[in-house]
């Protein structure tokens, strides 16, 4: 049913964030996708229980964002989160339909692109997530780019990933980013990481090693008027790794099956990342759960020291 026309956004904070948003604590960000299209229930929901625990953990609240029966959430309650990881069907939200979801009052989830405009929306200026979309493999005849690349240009948020998704074209990921006058730092390592596994064989544009100092680095662009996002990119732990080139041979193995399925658009990459944990027997869901928990502890880590000042 779609939603009678009102000139405000019909946009709920969950009594947590509502709570930090009062007494100025530091909130992070996070997307839905993830969750009703990265994993089955109940895994889906036991990785973003965990998620969240760790952000308070780390000293910040988590603002786990969805549109659900058009209403754009920041931050979910318990009974929300269990009953968002059991929702078959939601649509899967970019910058091109999020509007759409909440004109219509439809429950979506979020992806990078629209976490960002609904964080930047909600005055939250950290965002954790897996990993980012880019520059599709085979872009120069599909012309397959998502969106997070130019929503990266443009909204103020720094988002905290283990890098582009490895299904990618990674380096025409950078390319595209370094035109975009996009920032991309590598957490304590020179070489930017590829998702599974810690590296990609490029040279990552900067490289900081703490927390403090890219929040330092941020604080920096403000006061320079620097607009757009900032991306750190953090490396996936060394014990829950797998090796870059053994993810190639199954990276390589699904695309030839999407492509033989006849799969594109938005279904590409959950088709993509569903084949590749068949290949890996799970373990391509145990490393990414891996990542996301430590791209969560940094994400923290930053939200912190930009409260500071």
């Not at 029966?69 to 069907?89: F, Q, R």
């Not at 403000?222 to 900032?230: I, K, M, Q, R, Y």
């Not at 090796?243 to 279904?267: H, N, P, S």
């Amino acid at each position: 049913m779609s939603r009678p026309f009102s000139p405000l956004l019909p946009m709920n904070y969950s009594d947590e964030v509502a709570a930090a948003k009062a007494n100025g604590q530091p909130i992070v960000a996070l997307e839905s996708t993830i969750i009703t299209h990265g994993m089955p229930y109940p895994g889906n929901l036991e990785m973003a229980r965990s998620v969240e625990a760790i952000i308070r953990s780390g000293g910040a609240v988590p603002a786990t964002i969805a549109v659900i029966d058009g209403v754009l959430h920041v931050g979910l309650s318990p009974e929300m989160l269990e009953s968002l990881a059991k929702t078959e069907g939601a649509m899967k939200l970019s910058r091109a339909d999020l509007a759409f979801a909440i004109a219509e009052g439809r429950t979506g989830a979020t992806t990078v692109a629209a976490t960002m405009i609904a964080a930047a929306r909600a005055g939250i200026r950290v965002f954790a997530t897996g990993g980012i979309g880019g520059v599709h493999r085979g872009a120069e005849d599909s012309f397959d780019i998502s969106a997070d690349l130019d929503e990266l240009s443009r909204t103020g948020v720094i988002v905290v990933c283990a890098g582009a998704k490895a299904i990618l074209d990674v380096p025409k990921t950078l390319e595209v980013l370094e035109t975009r006058g996009v920032p991309v730092v590598t957490y304590g390592s020179t070489e930017f990481p590829a998702f599974w596994s810690r590296e990609s064989g490029l040279k990552s544009p900067l490289s900081l090693d703490s927390a403090d100092k890219i929040a330092n680095f941020q604080a920096m662009r403000d006061l320079l008027g620097v607009d757009g996002g900032l991306l750190v990119a953090n490396p996936v732990p060394v014990e829950s790794e797998i090796d870059r080139e053994e993810m190639e041979i199954y990276i390589r193995t699904a695309l030839a099956d999407a492509e033989d399925d006849g799969i594109a658009g938005k279904a590409v990459t959950p088709y993509l990342l569903a084949r590749i944990f068949e290949l890996t027997e799970g373990r391509s869901l145990k490393t990414n759960i891996a990542l996301v928990e430590n791209n969560a502890r940094l994400a923290a880590g930053i939200a912190v020291a930009l409260n500071k000042d």
